[in-house]
């Protein structure tokens, strides 16, 4: 479960079990067939939509999407992660960076840093290509590259151990 905030509006709430999402309350089946390396068409409710996935950034959260043409920035946000706002977790850069895992599967285009070497939060620690789309993983917080796990050019599944700090 998420919220979804498109163009800065009121967040909607998703809610996904199986091949049904709820969105705003109403449940529907929706497909989704690829028809190029970032575009999509989408089909809810009777409706076809074409969807072109222009930028997506994992650090803020936000993918661009060019919906039937109009563009939309949509911003998502966890369950948890509200949370820990909540609780007054959010946001601090005097963390110690955390191990870098990967947030989906895909190829390794390249790596920009080397064990041993000192990162600030925010600094690109690698390229992560997914669904022809290259994805720059950058450092969670300040920290020392302890391992890295991940090599140029290989393939890696969502959740496997990319770089680990100390």
């Given at each position: 479960m998420?919220?979804a905030?498109v ?6 709430r998703?809610v996904?079990?199986n091949d049904?999402?709820?969105?705003a309350?109403?449940t529907g ?7 190029g390396p ?8 009777g ?14 959260k936000q993918v661009t ?7 939309a920035?949509v ?8 949370l820990?706002s909540?609780?007054?977790?959010h946001?601090s850069g ?7 895992k990967?947030p989906?599967?895909g190829?390794?285009?390249?790596i ?9 939060k925010?600094e ?7 669904m022809?789309?290259e ?11 302890n391992?890295?796990h991940?090599q140029k050019?290989?393939?890696?599944d ?9």
């Amino acid at each position: 479960m998420f919220d979804a905030r498109v163009n800065d509006q009121e967040p909607i709430r998703v809610v996904k079990e199986n091949d049904l999402f709820e969105i705003a309350g109403k449940t529907g089946q929706t497909d989704m067939e690829r028809i190029g390396p970032d575009s999509f068409q989408l089909r809810s409710g009777g409706q076809n939509h074409k969807v072109h996935v222009v930028r997506v950034d994992l650090e803020s959260k936000q993918v661009t999407l060019k919906v039937n043409g109009k563009r939309a920035v949509v911003t998502l946000t966890s369950d948890l992660e509200k949370l820990l706002s909540n609780l007054g977790m959010h946001g601090s850069g005097s963390l110690k960076a955390a191990n870098v895992k990967a947030p989906m599967p895909g190829l390794i285009h390249s790596i920009m840093v080397q064990e041993g070497q000192s990162v600030v939060k925010g600094e690109p620690l690698l390229i992560l290509e997914a669904m022809k789309m290259e994805n720059v993983i950058k450092s969670p917080a300040d920290g020392l590259v302890n391992k890295i796990h991940a090599q140029k050019g290989s393939n890696v599944d969502k959740g496997a151990m990319l770089i680990s700090f100390g």
